[in-house]
T-cell receptor, first 114, second 115 residues
Framework: GAVVSQHPSRVICKSGTSVKIECRSL??????MFWYRQFPKQSLMLMAT?????????EQGVEKDKFLINHASLTLSTLTVTSAHPEDSSFYIC??????????FGPGTRLTVL | DQQVKQNSPSLSVQEGRISILNCDYT??????FLWYKKYPAEGPTFLIS?????DKNEDGRFTVFLNKSAKHLSLHIVPSQPGDSAVYFC??????????????FGTGTLLAVQP
């Protein structure tokens, strides 16, 4: 399957700052990438679908002005958490769709907002 | 509204025995089901999938069974190995038409395989 990387793997920031997370598809060109969030002991929740060359599609309840997504190329999507607050602390994971309906996930980014 | 449910938060099995992980869903529009394995602080790893038009798919030690009438699927791992210890997520694919689809995940089951 596709190899997906994320950077950074973990980040700690102060409340009010912005944090950028990168998701790269290393061996597969992806016109679509997905961003998920997982709170402790909970399921993965889809936040948004990143589309190369057009605007991201956000799930209900996800603030598009807070979670900025840019699909810069066929191998790179970025998620910027703007004005982060402690409640944004979570595990953020991106994925790339496979040939069928599977998705291949990156290793995730642990965000801690102090 | 949890469309994909894994009612067992945890399961403990002896090495060499069969592990059976269960998943129930409510939306009859799901057309594909997948199982993922996840270790703490890592992304999920794809294990096996099944189309809604089939009732069984097998890959090595992993077999997924689908019962559409009951809206139930299960993952069988046999024989279970200590390295199988992880959280297992069931996911269902919802196709909105064209190239638009998304995965809905269950809450996960923590499998512990005892040596």
């Amino acid at each position: 399957g596709a190899v997906v990387s994320q950077h950074p793997s973990r980040v700690i920031c102060k409340s009010g700052t912005s944090v950028k997370i990168e998701c790269r598809s290393l061996d597969f060109q992806a016109t679509t990438m997905f961003w998920y969030r997982q709170f402790p002991k909970q399921s993965l929740m889809l936040m948004a679908t990143s589309n190369e060359g057009s605007k991201a599609t956000y799930e209900q309840g996800v603030e598009k002005d807070k979670f900025l997504i840019n699909h810069a190329s066929l191998t790179l999507s970025t998620l910027t958490v703007t004005s982060a607050h402690p409640e944004d602390s979570s595990f953020y994971i991106c994925s790339v769709p496979g040939w069928y309906n599977e998705q291949f996930f990156g290793p995730g980014t642990r965000l801690t907002v102090l | 509204d949890q469309q994909v449910k894994q009612n067992s938060p945890s399961l403990s099995v002896q090495e060499g025995r069969i592990s059976i992980l269960n998943c129930d869903y409510t939306n009859s529009m799901f057309d594909y089901f997948l199982w993922y394995k996840k270790y703490p602080a890592e992304g999920p790893t794809f294990l096996i999938s099944i189309s809604s038009i089939k009732d069984k798919n097998e890959d090595g030690r992993f077999t997924v069974f689908l019962n559409k009438s009951a809206k139930h699927l299960s993952l069988h791992i046999v024989p279970s190995q200590p390295g199988d210890s992880a959280v297992y997520f069931c996911a269902a694919n919802l196709n909105y038409g064209g190239a638009t689809n998304k995965l809905i995940f269950g809450t996960g089951t923590l499998l512990a395989v005892q040596p």
